[in-house]
């Protein structure tokens, strides 16, 4: 689930529709990804992967994600969020671990000005966000406007479901009303996938992905790619290789992939879990595409929301691809 979106519940339903079991796909899924070290703060960082030549040196594997560039999902955060004082002390403790950027998911009891003062205090900015179709031109508007207010680059769609091919073909043309709308305020607008969208039939083996990626305008509304949905998307459908999979949603978009969801998946349960403690082979994916932001999310933390962050932050900065 992303931002209060049932991302679970809607890869089951379409499972149910095709007749597959998601236990039988995860048992089997493709396991194995490159170790952790611990290091003496006691968190996970990423050993460095072994060259796919063979030679075991690591030409091809010395780079490192730009320290900007990495992000986090505020809604990883939602249980240790609660109310203001809550909001308040986790941003603070993002700010210590070096987060310099921020997903937003709701604007936690503050109007957008109120908003930005305090994240500027901390030298934080909220550069990207989750917010739904707009239903009226007035709450597009307001949405655009509050965004521009809040410094953001980027305003995405986190979610969309229905087995209907009309209400995606209608979906895609809206966003693309909603993006054009989006450039005039110097905003990119982008797409969020989940798993559902690779694996829901809409009629002779249609998919909601080829819908969007068909419809949408390529020139207007750029993805943000959620590795771990996609992996799952692999897993789902039966690939050999849900990396590879993961990667083709990449690379075989006509739109511009300029936002990572970087997020894990652990071999036995598919959940997902902490940064570098899963079977997602983050550095294969990293080295076919580079993206403007890297964003930690992990709905389930496996010890707590604010661990998950700390690990999160400390594996981007250290993976080398």
Request: charged residues 25%; proline residues 3%; glycine residues 12%.
């Amino acid at each position: 689930m992303c931002f209060g979106y049932d991302g679970e519940g809607a890869l089951e339903r379409s499972l149910a529709q095709k007749g597959a079991s998601r236990r039988s796909l995860f048992r089997g899924a493709a396991a194995g990804v490159a170790g952790v070290a611990v290091l003496g703060s006691g968190l996970a960082a990423p050993a460095r992967a072994e060259s796919g030549s063979g030679d075991g040196d690591d030409h091809g594997r010395g780079r490192t994600i730009q320290h900007d560039r990495i992000s986090i999902q505020l809604y990883t955060l939602r249980a240790a969020l609660g109310g203001q004082p809550g909001f308040d002390t986790v941003l603070t403790r993002l700010a210590q671990y070096g987060y310099e950027k921020v997903e937003l998911a709701g604007y936690y009891g503050r109007t957008a000005p109120q908003l930005r003062e305090f994240l500027d205090g901390l030298d934080i900015r909220a550069s990207s966000s989750h917010d739904g179709i707009s239903n009226t031109p007035a709450e597009l508007r307001t949405k655009l406007e509050n965004a521009v207010i809040l410094g953001q680059r980027y305003v995405n769609v986190p979610y969309l479901n229905s087995t209907s091919l009309a209400d995606w073909q209608r979906w895609a043309d809206q966003m693309n009303t909603e993006a054009a709308a989006a450039k005039r305020y110097g905003l990119r607008y982008g797409y969020h996938n989940h798993a559902h969208e690779f694996t829901i039939d809409l009629g002779g083996g249609l998919t909601p992905w080829e819908v969007l990626t068909e419809r949408l305008d390529r020139k207007l509304v750029h993805l943000e790619v959620d590795l771990y949905w996609a992996y799952t998307g692999g897993v789902n459908t039966g690939a050999a290789d849900p990396d590879q999979f993961a990667i083709d949603v990449v690379r075989e978009a006509p739109q511009t992939v300029r936002q990572f969801h970087v997020k894990d998946r652990d071999g036995a349960t598919g959940d997902m879990c902490d940064l570098g403690t899963g079977v997602v082979d983050f550095p294969r994916i990293l080295r076919t595409h580079t993206v403007e932001e890297y964003i930690v999310e992990n709905d389930t933390p496996d010890v707590t929301p604010l661990t998950s962050a700390a690990v999160g932050h400390l594996y981007l900065d250290h993976v080398r691809f």
